[in-house]
């Protein structure tokens, strides 16, 4: 095994927070005018939704989504009759294929205290091989017990959701693209040095803390991009830290392909973007099943308004 060399930055980018959905947060630092794509990644976003919130009835085609939870619950539903509950340390993995329509809202629920809770999460976009766009839709649900924790020292935890982090193997066969997503915690004083696969881009997201990267500081709600020049990704946390850090680092594949994405629909052309749009318009190749469908937790949005 080659001797770890930690990979350089590429450039960091802020979180910065926006509308989405219908009357939901999010802080998105892939997808934007600063970092459009970073293949294969579309878009990573930093959601927080109130229960009056949401994210309604909505297509999609040509990529996956993951959707990691934080706090709180949501529900999901489609039109092939997937319906279900993801609850704190709970991922969804979904692939969109050929199309599918589908819903997400926030459960209502209270805290000890009585107060309507926020649900929290992260929902990261991945790009479909060409030679995949077009495969049927499926879900893959990974509950927050079935990830195995890597604990290298006192100060360090890692959820290791999907790769491997420590000699700690992930779940396999959760997504067709390859994609590592590994959950740190780590204390004042700690470090992670995490190797990753050769071809593989990768970036490190900030959900709690500061942390050291190559001498350089980073702050909550910062994505940093990282070069593909070594064999992993080191990542401290200050002795003098008021407190851990909470980061994500996620690595995946790099695709070599046209990314031609608008809205909702990722394709290799603006020519089969525009076939997407008519598909859906007119219920066919792939979105039969849209036409008169309508979600019921869906329905919450007309209660609420």
């Known amino acids: 095994m080659p001797a770890f060399t930690p990979r350089s930055i590429l450039r960091s980018s802020p979180a910065l927070e926006q509308s989405e959905g219908v009357g ?10 600063a970092v459009r794509n970073y293949t294969p990644f ?11 919130a949401g994210f309604p009835d909505h ?21 092939t009759g997937s319906a279900g509950t993801l609850g704190p340390g709970d991922l969804q993995f979904m692939t969109a294929g050929r199309g599918i329509v589908h819903a997400e809202m926030p459960r209502i629920d ?6 309507i809770e926020v649900v929290e999460g992260l929902q990261l976009w991945v790009d ?13 649900d990974l509950r927050a017990k079935e990830i195995p924790i ?15 982090s420590y000699g700690v193997d992930s779940v396999k066969d959760l997504a067709y693209t390859p994609v590592w997503f590994l959950d740190n915690k780590v204390h004042p004083g700690g470090k992670v040095e995490q190797p990753l696969p050769i071809g593989f881009n990768a970036f490190l997201y900030i959900l709690e803390g500061e942390v050291m990267v190559n001498g350089q500081r980073f702050k909550q709600f910062t994505n940093v991009f990282f070069n593909d020049d070594g064999t992993g990704v080191e990542v401290r946390v200050s002795d003098t830290a008021s407190g851990p850090a909470r980061f994500a680092i996620i690595a995946g594949a790099k695709l070599d392909q046209p ?13 089969k973007i525009m076939h997407a749009f008519f598909d859906y318009q007119t219920g066919s190749n792939g979105f ?17 308004f």
């Open 24 to 33: 939901a947060r999010v802080r998105r630092s892939i997808g934007t005018s």
């Open 42 to 52: 579309l878009m990573l976003d930093h959601f927080k939704v109130s229960p009056e």
């Open 59 to 79: 297509p999609h085609r040509g990529q996956e989504t993951i959707t990691y939870m934080i706090k709180g619950r949501i529900d999901h539903e489609d039109f």
């Open 110 to 115: 209270k805290d000890e205290d009585g107060n």
């Open 128 to 140: 479909l091989p060409k030679e995949l766009k077009n495969c049927e839709p499926r879900y893959r």
């Open 150 to 164: 890597a604990k290298p020292s006192d100060k360090v935890e890692i959820k290791v959701i999907s790769g491997e």
């Open 259 to 271: 990314i031609v994405q608008h809205g909702p629909f990722v394709e290799t052309s603006r020519e």
């Open 288 to 304: 039969e099943r849209a036409v008169g469908w309508e979600s019921e937790i869906g329905k919450r949005m007309l209660r609420n």
